[in-house]
């Protein structure tokens, strides 16, 4: 008998190590075919880095006839959209709102720890006038202001949103903007958080509205826009003109 249980024991070392590799194996081949609820489009690759991709904006209204008063008591989330465009001169007005040089030393429309000036503003133009459809990232500018688009592709990203989010508001907004940070720190939040409240106030100057979304699934996003591994995306925020 002590014999047999020898060989028992005997047994049990290479088994279980047998039975951990075979665990491992399982677990990493599942993680390799985990996928997304991948979309059938097939976005062109980011275009080549060029002046070519640049495009001016038009210059930004510093004046309106809305209060700040009026503007902090009627804003509200929108998540549901006229489907109707918006114009190039509603998309530079947000952008220039949500982080445009005001200053000659580069100081901008919303404060930044250390003037770090972490976030990045991207546009998904799906029904703006004079502008192709596609991906665009915002350019301040340094010490003066740039206030330009940077193309990044072209291309009708509707389809997109619709199979990979769940958010209706994303699904069927006109404009998208997407603000990303290149550090997880929580300024960079924080800042999300300023520059998402001007464009809240100059979306209720211009008559549009807009929500802020936060709940996406971040890998999926990032994937599919190809978004920059380094940067972490903060809001969607969809804009149109509100249905009310
Ligand atoms: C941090 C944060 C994340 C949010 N995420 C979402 C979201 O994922 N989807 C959504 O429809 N609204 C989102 N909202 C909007 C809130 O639901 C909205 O602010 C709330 O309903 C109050 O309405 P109001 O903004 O008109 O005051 C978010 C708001 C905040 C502050």
Redesign the pocket.
Known sequence: MPALKKQKKDFIVPLTTIGIVFLLVVASLFKTNKTHTSTTLSLPQTEQESDANLIDLPYPNKDSKVSLEKALNNW??Y?SFQDKPLSLNNLSQLLWSAQGVTVDWGGRTVYSSKSAYPLSIYAVTNQVTDIDQGLYKYIPGDLQPAHQLYSLYKADLRQLFIENTK?Y?LQHAPLILIITSNTNKIEAYLEAGHATQNLFLQSESLGLGM?????IDQDVLKEILQIPEEETIIYLIPVGLPKK
């Open positions: 509200r989330s998540t958010q508001s929500a802020e979304i936060s709940n």
